[in-house]
């Protein structure tokens, strides 16, 4: 069965600094792969998505992921973190004949300091 | 904003009794799925309705059901509720019948489910 890991399930930055955020997956075959974002209170929001092409992907607010097929991962960057990035950010992936069900990672919850 | 709304936003029931929560897709949406976050299973996949019909099940139990009707808005009823049901239930809505796994998933603000 696929399965998603997040490995950092805490990261605590300080505004400025620049933001990792692994993810792996596991699924021999093609994938698609999402980065989520929930922030305090609200609804999951796509943050960017890759489905082939370009493995730098451009998402929305700074944000930018890579996915590198040897390594099963897709770990989302941004270069300089803002306070109003704290929030829990969730990878996803799904599978072609999976019918579209999103299988997620636990989340990784950022705390951005001033 | 998703466009995907959700009621109610916050339900508190007992154990043992059963409950409605209703999903209303994006306008021009014709596939639902339901998602179930919880702490200690985080996030997980519970059912996908395409048009009316059921198209892919995940990890749902037997006590939990959910519909598709015409006009496109779901239910998920949960019954025979315990505690560790208590959850925070998303509805997620995508235009296609979700065969094509490119097809992405908008979220609602979801419902949050407490068993006391």
């Known amino acids: 069965a696929q399965s998603v890991s997040q490995h950092n399930h805490h990261v605590i930055l300080s505004e400025a600094a620049s933001l990792e955020l692994g993810c792996n997956y596991s699924?021999?075959?093609?994938?698609?792969l999402f980065w989520y974002v929930q922030y305090p209170g609200q609804h999951l929001q796509l943050l960017l998505k890759?489905?082939?092409?370009?493995?730098l992907v451009k998402g929305i607010k700074g944000f930018e992921a890579e996915f590198i097929k040897s390594k099963f991962s897709f770990n989302l960057r941004k270069p300089s973190v803002q306070w109003s990035d704290t929030a829990e950010y969730f990878c996803a992936v799904n599978t072609p004949g999976g019918y579209n069900k999103l299988i997620f990672g636990a989340g990784t919850r950022l705390a951005v300091h001033p | 904003d998703s466009g995907v709304t959700q009621t109610p936003k916050h339900l508190i029931t007992a154990t043992g009794q059963r409950v409605t929560l209703r999903c209303s897709p994006r306008s021009g949406d014709l596939s639902v799925y339901w998602y179930q976050q919880s702490l200690d299973q985080g996030l997980q996949f519970l059912i996908h309705?395409?048009?009316?019909?059921?198209?892919a099940k995940g990890n749902i139990l037997e006590r939990f059901s959910a519909q598709q009707f015409p006009d496109l808005h779901s239910e998920l009823n949960l019954s025979s509720l315990e505690l560790g049901d208590s959850a925070l239930y998303f509805c997620?809505?995508?235009?296609?019948?979700?065969?094509?796994?490119?097809?992405?998933?908008?979220f609602g603000p979801g419902t949050r489910l407490t068993v006391l």
């Open positions: 890759y489905f082939s092409g370009d493995p």
């Open positions: 699924y021999g075959g093609t994938v698609n």
């Open positions: 997620a809505s995508s235009v296609g019948s979700g065969g094509l796994s490119t097809d992405t998933q908008y």
């Open positions: 309705y395409y048009n009316g019909e059921e198209r």
